[in-house]
């Protein structure tokens, strides 16, 4: 673990697993979790040639919280603040959920010859939530549930949110040991970010983000689930038909968590992309 502090003096948590001198991979985790989810991409990337670098976002795991805004636009000025630290080229971008959604709007706010190919992986882009012109995603409605469980009872919230996680049909479930792991993961957040991200992923539109990702014409992937109740595939398609040059994954037995219930082939299909 390796503390950096960006901007504004916070400590973000990094984990940095592999030989320096290897392609550079870097995660960016959803909503609420940390770095730790990417557990089986590290394990198996890194004793396979890959460098894998996993941001703790701020307020989630072991970096620090503030009582600043939490917003993408922030999000992305430290995802900048540690490359730029780190020295890092030739970048692999991974964002998955509200991390796809950051890694989207870094793209655009901050694109530079240091990130060379970006996957969105379950992401909650371009839009997490309905709105004019954009008839997919969750209701606004549904994120306001959300963040009034988190303030009335934050444990149950998260419990609630890990059965609508993973795709349950036969063959396809994860173990109940998983699911609590995840719940201990996501009890490690911030209550206060926790709350706060829930209103950006209610709010954001990053339609123009995905145009400035399809100008910059960079390699992109789009790893999806199925069968995800959280950001229903419908959000992949969009993301595929707004970025021409994208290549769109589709994991069948999957629900929103991927690349730990289908990790054998998130895992194939990330070292055949990164190359």
Known sequence: MIPVRVGDKIAINIEDWGNINNKPVLFIHGWPQNHKTFEYQFMHLS???????????RGFGRSDGSWS??????????IKDVIDILNITEITLVGFSMGGAIAMH??????????????????????FTKREGFPYGLEKSDCDRLIAQAIEDRPKMLSDFGTIFFEEKEGASVSQDTVRWLHQIGMEASPYATV???????DADLRRDMMAVKDRNIPVAIFHGSHDKICPFDLAREMHK??????????????????????AKTNEELMKFIG
């Open 106 to 127: 870094y793209i655009g706010k901050y694109f530079s010859e240091r990130v060379s190919k970006v996957v969105f992986m379950g992401a909650a882009a371009p839009c």
């Open 47 to 57: 004793q396979n040639g890959y460098r894998c670098i996993g941001i703790d976002l």
């Open 196 to 202: 706060k991200c829930l209103e950006v992923l209610r």
């Open 242 to 263: 707004g970025i021409p040059q994208s290549k769109l994954v589709e994991f069948t037995e999957s629900g929103h968590g991927l690349n730990i219930q289908e990790k």
């Open 69 to 78: 805004e939490y917003n993408y636009d922030i999000f992305a000025d430290d």
